[in-house]
């Protein structure tokens, strides 16, 4: 498609269980980043990809999430043992190079942990 | 410690005046700025960028200032329409060049 692409849209979850959220960036996008939004807060960057370099996970926020792209296009998002800290908007943007060019972001998956 | 601030939760403007938009940053280091706009439902959508070589960038009704002294920038927009009525983040590229730190946003509101 033209833009980010971001499944589901909203989740319900029940504390203590595993999610997956997926991101389909812009095709030939070689960068892909999660940021995730909780209320009253900012974007808080979570990971980065570029290419088949290592990602940059400085920005997840414990052992319990995890982030896999796999052949440099689709991205999954994983949060293990959900927390009620864990909801908020989990947005995932790509770009074409730096992030100084300006990230195309998702809609968003909205996470609620019950 | 918030690299970025935004420091005003909330604007609301008349159609056709002036929105000015704050950002504060701690950083020195940081070179690279961003706004950003957002609709409920939907992801933030670019709009404006400076770098630190310039102090302002102008794009139809929308212009950025930036005062490397004081750590600040501005978005300032007009005339004011309604349709500008979002939430405004702003951001710069973290000193890696790898992602972007955001402010926590601005509502900017705008009546008619």
């Known amino acids: 498609g033209a833009g980010v692409s971001q499944s589901p849209s909203n989740k319900v979850t029940e504390k203590g269980k595993d999610v997956e959220l997926r991101c389909d960036p812009i095709s030939g996008h070689t960068a892909l980043y999660w940021y995730r939004q909780s209320l009253g807060q900012g974007l808080e960057f979570l990971i980065y990809f570029q290419g088949n370099s290592a990602p940059d996970k400085s920005g997840l926020p414990s052992d319990r999430f995890s982030a896999e792209r796999t052949g440099g296009s689709v991205s999954t998002l994983t949060i293990q043992r959900t927390q009620q800290e864990d909801s908020a908007v989990y947005l995932c943007?790509?770009?074409?190079?730096?992030?100084?060019?300006?990230?195309?972001f998702g809609s968003g998956t909205r996470l609620t942990v019950v | 410690d918030q690299q970025v601030k935004q420091n005003s939760p909330s604007l609301s403007v008349q159609e056709g005046r002036i929105s000015i938009l704050n950002c504060d940053y701690t950083n020195s280091m940081f070179d690279y700025f961003l706004w950003y706009k957002k609709y409920p439902a939907e992801g933030p959508t670019f709009l404006i960028s400076?770098?630190?070589?310039?102090d302002k960038n102008e794009d139809g009704r929308f212009t950025v200032f930036l005062n490397k002294s004081a750590k600040h920038l501005s978005l300032h927009i007009v005339p004011s329409q309604p349709g500008d009525s979002a939430v405004y983040f702003c951001?710069?590229?973290?000193?890696?060049?790898?992602?972007?730190?955001f402010g926590k946003g601005t509502t900017l509101s705008v009546s008619s």
């Open positions: 951001a710069a590229v973290n000193q890696a060049g790898t992602a972007l730190i």
């Open positions: 943007a790509s770009s074409g190079d730096r992030a100084w060019h300006g990230y195309t």
């Open positions: 400076i770098s630190s070589i310039k």
